[in-house]
């Protein structure tokens, strides 16, 4: 499957090709759920969200 990260936000600027910028939206409950679930664990609010999809991502059967 070929990416559209490059499709959607080519006219974005990026210091980093390797990192894309993604925007969420969430109800402003979940919001603050997930901040404090984080602030409990000593992360911020991204670093859960990046262990997060990466837990769920390596738990992902391999693909042929």
Known sequence: MQPLFDQVSSDAGRSDPEV???????????????????????MTTGQMLRRVIGDMLAAQPATA
């Not at 402003?28 to 997930?34: H, I, N, R, S, V």
């Open 20 to 42: 894309v910028e993604l925007a969420l939206l969430l109800p402003l409950w979940q919001a603050m759920e997930l901040e404090a679930a984080a602030r409990r664990r000593g």
